[in-house]
C-alpha cells in the first residue's frame, strides 16, 4: 500500500519543490522533470523528456552536464551548468543503486545562482569603498564660532574620551561626519581603527555580511575565504554607523544584541568574536518619529542616544557663514590654481540664502564660484545671486514710482519679515540683523510684520 501510494504522490511532491529536479534512467535517458526545473532553466519538458543527455548536450541545451559522468562514475557530482537560455544553475547530481551496485537512476538537483551570482558582483563591487574604510585620512575640521556651534564643541570635549554611544542628528549636509571626525581625533583611541559603514549606502541584501562578516561557504557566491566584518576591523577603535535611520528593522535587534554584548557571529559561523568598539551613529531622520511609526526599534533608539548631539542647520549659524565660505574659497583656489577673491557684498547674499543642503552646499556653491570665473576674477554679488539661483534685488528705485522711503520701508520689510521667519524669534533676529531686540518689535509694528513670540 505505501509503494503505491509513493509511486502515485512522488510527482505531485517534487513539483512543489523550490530547486529543479531532472532523472534519467541508467543510460542517461530523461525519465522526469518537475515544474521547478523548467521555471529555473526556461526549457519546457517537452523539449528533454524521453531524450538522451548526451543528445540534448549536443544540441547545445546543456553546456557541462554530469548524468554522462554520473553514469560512468557512479559517484556524485556538484558542478555549475549553463543552460542554452543563458541561465547559469549549480548541479548536485548522485546515482541510484540497486543491493547489487548496479545503476538504475541518476537525480539531479538543479539550483538557480542568477541572485546569487548578482549578490556576488555587489559584493564585489562593495570592496573597494570597504578597504578604504580601514584607514582613513581625516581631512575636515570644524570651523565656527557662532552661539549656535559653540555648545557642539564644549559637547564634543566632553564626550570625546567617554566610552559611551553617541547620536549625531541633523539635516543633509550639516557635517555630522566632521562632527565624529573631531570626536575620534579627541578621544584616547585616535590612532586606532576609525571605520564608516553608510547603512544607506550598502545593500540591504549585503549589509548584514558587511556589518557582521561571514565565514568561508556560507552561502554560494561568497568568498572562498569569509570575510571580516566592519566591528572585527574596527576592534580598539571607533565605528560610526551612518545613516542609521536606514537599516532595515530585521537587523536592528541584531544590532542590538551585537552593541549589548560586545561580540559578534559571523554569517554562516556559530563562534562569537568579542570586541571593543566605540560606536557613534548619525542620522538626518527623527528617529523616535520612527519609533512610534514602527519603523525603529525603541530598545535600539533608547541604547544609541545615550549622549546626542544636534548639529544646527547653517541657516541658524550665520555668522559662520562668511568664515567657512572663506575657507573653502582658500581650498579651491589652490586646487584649481586661481586667485578668486570675493566681494564684502557676496557673503551678505550667502547670509540671506536658506541653504537647503546646508555647509555641502555652501562648499559645492564655492567650488562652483571658483572653476567658473577667470583666474583673477573678483565675484559681485549679483554673480553669486546668479549661482545660487536667488531673485535679483529690489530696482524699482529706479522707476520712479516710489518715494525713497517707500523703498527704504519696502526692504526692512522683506529683511525682517525674512529674519523673522528662518530664525523663529526677535531676539535671534535682532542678532543676526545687528541691531536691538525692541528695535525688531518697533520696526515690524510699523511695518505691520506679524510676530508670532
Keep these: 500500500m505505501d509503494e503505491v501510494i509513493e509511486a502515485v504522490d512522488y510527482k505531485k511532491i517534487c513539483d512543489e519543490l523550490y530547486d529543479g529536479i531532472y532523472i534519467s534512467d541508467e543510460e542517461g535517458k530523461t525519465l522526469y522533470v518537475n515544474k521547478s526545473y523548467s521555471r529555473i532553466t526556461g526549457l519546457a519538458p517537452d523539449l528533454v523528456l524521453n531524450k538522451y543527455v548526451s543528445d540534448l548536450m549536443k544540441e ?155 565565514e568561508a561557504g556560507s552561502f554560494t557566491g561568497a568568498s572562498s575565504k569569509g570575510k571580516i566584518g566592519m566591528f572585527e576591523l574596527a576592534d580598539k577603535g571607533t565605528l560610526l554607523l551612518d545613516e542609521i535611520g536606514e537599516m532595515p528593522l530585521e537587523l536592528q535587534s541584531k544590532l542590538l544584541r551585537i552593541i549589548q554584548e560586545k561580540e559578534v557571529t559571523r554569517v554562516g559561523g556559530t563562534k562569537s568574536i568579542k570586541f571593543d568598539v566605540r560606536i557613534l551613529a548619525a542620522t538626518n531622520c527623527d528617529l523616535y518619529d520612527l519609533v512610534k511609526k514602527g519603523k525603529f526599534r525603541e530598545d535600539l533608539y533608547y541604547r544609541l542616544n545615550v549622549f546626542p548631539i544636534h548639529i544646527p542647520p547653517l541657516r541658524h549659524r550665520s555668522t559662520d557663514i562668511e568664515l567657512l565660505a572663506k575657507h573653502y574659497l582658500d581650498i579651491y583656489n589652490t586646487k584649481y590654481g586661481k586667485q578668486i577673491v570675493f566681494d564684502c557684498e557676496v557673503y551678505e547674499v550667502f547670509k540671506t540664502y536658506k541653504w537647503p543642503g546646508n555647509i555641502r552646499e555652501l562648499q559645492n556653491i564655492v567650488e562652483r564660484l571658483v572653476i567658473t570665473s577667470e583666474k583673477h576674477k573678483k565675484i559681485s554679488a549679483e554673480f553669486s545671486r546668479n549661482i545660487l539661483n536667488m531673485e535679483p534685488e529690489n530696482t524699482e528705485a529706479s522707476t520712479g514710482e516710489l518715494s525713497l522711503k517707500e523703498i527704504i520701508e519696502k526692504v526692512e520689510r522683506k529683511v525682517i519679515e525674512k529674519a523673522l521667519k528662518d530664525y523663529g524669534s526677535t531676539r535671534k533676529a535682532a542678532a543676526v540683523l545687528k541691531i536691538s531686540q525692541s528695535s525688531v518689535v518697533k520696526k515690524a509694528k510699523k511695518l505691520e510684520i506679524r510676530i508670532s513670540d
Design 60 to 214: 547545445g541545451l546543456y553546456k557541462n552536464a554530469i548524468t554522462p559522468d554520473i553514469i560512468k562514475t557512479k559517484k556524485p557530482i556538484n558542478a555549475m551548468a549553463e543552460i542554452r537560455t543563458g541561465v547559469k544553475v549549480l548541479i548536485s547530481g548522485s546515482p541510484i543503486l540497486d543491493h547489487e551496485g548496479n545503476l538504475k537512476k541518476v537525480v539531479v538537483i538543479n539550483r538557480d545562482m542568477s541572485d546569487l551570482l548578482d549578490m556576488q558582483e555587489k559584493l564585489a563591487a562593495s570592496q573597494n569603498e570597504i578597504e578604504h574604510l580601514r584607514k582613513l585620512q581625516i581631512t575636515n575640521n570644524l570651523i565656527g564660532k557662532s552661539d549656535e556651534i559653540q555648545p557642539v564643541i564644549r559637547m564634543i570635549h566632553q564626550v570625546a574620551n567617554l566610552d559611551v554611544t553617541v547620536l549625531l542628528t541633523g539635516e543633509t549636509g550639516v557635517g555630522k561626519e566632521v562632527i565624529a571626525n573631531e570626536i575620534y581625533m579627541n578621544s584616547d583611541k585616535h590612532g586606532k581603527p576609525f571605520i564608516k559603514v553608510n547603512c544607506a549606502a550598502i545593500p540591504a541584501s549585503l549589509l548584514e555580511a558587511e556589518l557582521f562578516g561571514y
